[in-house]
């Protein structure tokens, strides 16, 4: 509030005045001069530097409420600095020792030169700024023993311009979404999206979000830093003692002064969080706003093809002010709104699923039932393959006095793994003329199937 206090009334009236254009201009190029001046600026200094501006430029000056007729008479550059002079946004300083008069900048004037320069300048990159100060200064307290509570202060300070500033970013995108509707025409919004969008959001903004050089490329060494400092109990004493605080020699600590260092600590670690929380919703901004500007492209390009364009033509014609129900009986005289290409569900309308429907999804999935040995072989259609006589064949062939020992080599390709399966479920058949006698047996790998160690035996006649 010290500043506030400074202001003359006065000064507000460049907000009022009809030359604030031309004021704000001669304002920064006596800044951009000023910024780099060792000393003072001279009065003839100002009125040559304006002069050099005014000359590049055809303005005109209004007469102000500050001046008189002979105010006016005064060239432009002079008239312009006396009139910023008599409101307070410049002051002179007279040096009596080397007889001139001198102009400087005040302190609550500098303020609003600054908002002034971000205003038409919005070159500079704050985002990589706030963060790369913010790695710097955690970087310093970790390693720089010399390094006090100030800097874990000026980390935090920094963590909150950083949300703020993409929190700015974040709701400034809202104001493209209104200029699509604006553009009636194709070229006219793929013009507004690439010099306006791609140019001021995604290149300037929120492209260093997503480079190389990043956001991230910091956070987890931040993270892992801040984790670090809480642990560390010499480096939590140690600043402890250069804020201020107290340290006795068995170690105990100043207990406000600790709370304080792990509050600090604590908020710029969830500093860290909401900032991820806005990236994210950035992403989603962008994703939603590149959708609508494709689907209006879309609409623009083939509003004329389309029936459902020229629908949407005639309803933004039918609802502008003025002579609607003349337009409605005009309209209903040349068109038949009641043609099945209208209204059936391809084009406008799509039916909506009914409530039943809903509540049978909601519905618990049944469990499956395990298959039995019949059903799986008509699954995998391997019964009807082969005949009764040759599965009794590939059994006898492989039988010794009326018995077959299943071995290693008794399955070598796929016809043979098949006619074993068979020969199973034949032999728990009544009339089959083999059985098997050992069911529960071990399990045969011979490198390309498995299968139980069984035994077939030929019934007794």
Same mark, same amino acid.
């Given at each position: 509030?010290?500043?506030?206090?400074? =202001?003359? !009334?006065?000064?507000?009236?460049?907000? &009022?005045?009809?030359?604030?254009?031309?004021?704000?201009?001669?304002?920064?190029?006596?800044?951009?001069?000023?910024?780099?001046?060792?000393?003072?600026?001279?009065?003839?200094?100002?009125?040559?530097?304006?002069?050099?501006?005014?000359?590049?430029?055809?303005?005109?000056?209004?007469?102000?409420?500050?001046?008189?007729? #002979?105010?006016?008479?005064?060239?432009?550059?002079?008239?312009?600095?006396?009139?910023?002079?008599?409101? $307070?946004?410049?002051?002179?300083?007279? !040096?009596?020792?080397?007889?001139?008069?001198?102009?400087?900048?005040?302190?609550?004037?500098?303020?609003?030169?600054?908002?002034?320069?971000?205003?038409?300048?919005?070159?500079?990159?704050?985002?990589?700024?706030?963060? %790369?100060? =913010?790695?710097?200064?955690?970087?310093?307290?970790?390693?720089?023993?010399?390094?006090?509570?100030?800097?874990?202060?000026? +980390?935090?300070?920094?963590?909150?311009?950083?949300?703020?500033?993409? %929190?700015?970013?974040?709701?400034?995108?809202?104001?493209?979404?209104?200029?699509?509707? /604006? %553009?009636?025409?194709?070229?006219?919004?793929?013009? !507004?999206?690439?010099?306006?969008?791609?140019?001021?959001?995604?290149?300037?903004?929120?492209?260093?979000?997503?480079?190389?050089?990043?956001?991230?490329?910091?956070?987890?060494?931040?993270?892992?830093? =801040?984790?670090?400092?809480?642990?560390?109990?010499?480096?939590?004493?140690?600043?402890?003692?250069?804020?201020?605080?107290?340290?006795?020699?068995?170690?105990?600590?100043?207990?406000?002064?600790?709370?304080?260092?792990?509050?600090?600590?604590?908020? =710029?670690?969830?500093?860290?969080?909401?900032?991820?929380?806005?990236?994210?919703?950035?992403?989603?901004?962008?994703?939603?706003?590149?959708? +609508?500007?494709?689907?209006?492209?879309?609409?623009? #390009?083939?509003?004329?093809?389309?029936?459902?364009?020229?629908?949407?033509?005639?309803?933004?014609?039918?609802?502008?002010?003025?002579?609607?129900?003349?337009?409605?009986?005009?309209? $209903?005289?040349?068109?038949?709104?009641?043609?099945?290409?209208?209204?059936?569900?391809?084009?406008?309308?799509? &039916?909506?699923?009914?409530?039943?429907?809903?509540?049978?999804?909601?519905?618990? !999935?049944?469990?499956?039932?395990?298959?039995?040995? /019949?059903?799986?072989?008509?699954?995998?259609?391997?019964?009807?393959?082969?005949?009764?006589? /040759?599965?009794?064949?590939?059994?006898?062939?492989?039988?010794?006095?009326?018995?077959?020992?299943?071995?290693?080599?008794?399955?070598?390709?796929?016809?043979?793994?098949?006619?074993?399966?068979?020969?199973?479920?034949?032999?728990?058949?009544?009339?089959?003329?083999?059985?098997?006698?050992?069911?529960?047996? /071990?399990?045969?790998?011979?490198?390309?199937?498995?299968?139980?160690?069984?035994?077939?035996?030929?019934?007794?006649?």
């Amino acid at each position: 509030m010290k500043l506030m206090n400074e =202001i003359p !009334d006065r000064f507000w009236g460049l907000f &009022r005045s009809v030359n604030r254009p031309i004021y704000i201009e001669a304002l920064l190029k006596i800044n951009e001069e000023y910024e780099y001046s060792n000393y003072f600026l001279s009065r003839e200094a100002c009125i040559r530097i304006l002069g050099e501006h005014f000359a590049r430029k055809k303005y005109v000056i209004w007469q102000d409420e500050m001046e008189d007729d #002979l105010d006016t008479l005064e060239p432009p550059a002079t008239r312009v600095l006396n009139w910023l002079l008599r409101a $307070g946004w410049l002051r002179k300083v007279d !040096d009596y020792a080397s007889m001139t008069a001198n102009i400087v900048i005040p302190d609550y004037a500098a303020v609003m030169l600054d908002a002034f320069g971000k205003l038409l300048n919005d070159e500079e990159d704050e985002t990589q700024i706030y963060i %790369q100060n =913010i790695y710097a200064i955690l970087f310093s307290l970790k390693n720089d023993k010399r390094a006090g509570l100030s800097l874990l202060n000026t +980390a935090l300070i920094n963590t909150k311009r950083l949300n703020k500033t993409l %929190q700015d970013m974040l709701h400034n995108m809202d104001k493209f979404f209104a200029g699509l509707l /604006e %553009q009636k025409t194709y070229g006219n919004l793929l013009k !507004d999206h690439l010099e306006g969008y791609v140019e001021e959001i995604v290149r300037k903004k929120y492209h260093i979000l997503k480079t190389s050089d990043n956001f991230y490329l910091y956070k987890n060494d931040i993270k892992f830093w =801040i984790a670090e400092m809480r642990d560390d109990g010499l480096w939590l004493q140690n600043l402890v003692r250069k804020g201020g605080g107290t340290v006795s020699d068995d170690g105990a600590v100043d207990e406000g002064k600790l709370i304080e260092i792990q509050e600090i600590l604590s908020q =710029i670690e969830r500093g860290f969080d909401d900032i991820e929380r806005r990236i994210s919703n950035m992403d989603k901004e962008h994703s939603r706003y590149v959708r +609508a500007t494709v689907t209006r492209l879309n609409y623009l #390009l083939n509003q004329e093809d389309n029936t459902k364009g020229l629908i949407i033509r005639l309803l933004n014609h039918l609802s502008d002010d003025g002579g609607q129900d003349e337009k409605l009986v005009k309209t $209903g005289s040349r068109m038949n709104l009641s043609q099945m290409n209208i209204l059936s569900e391809g084009s406008l309308y799509k &039916r909506r699923r009914q409530k039943a429907d809903f509540a049978k999804n909601l519905e618990p !999935d049944e469990e499956e039932k395990e298959l039995t040995t /019949e059903e799986i072989l008509n699954l995998n259609r391997v019964k009807s393959r082969y005949s009764r006589a /040759e599965i009794e064949n590939f059994i006898t062939q492989r039988a010794v006095s009326g018995k077959m020992e299943v071995g290693e080599k008794t399955v070598t390709n796929d016809e043979e793994f098949e006619k074993l399966i068979l020969a199973y479920d034949y032999s728990t058949r009544q009339k089959s003329l083999y059985h098997v006698e050992e069911e529960e047996a /071990e399990l045969i790998d011979n490198g390309r199937y498995r299968y139980p160690k069984l035994v077939f035996v030929r019934r007794d006649k």
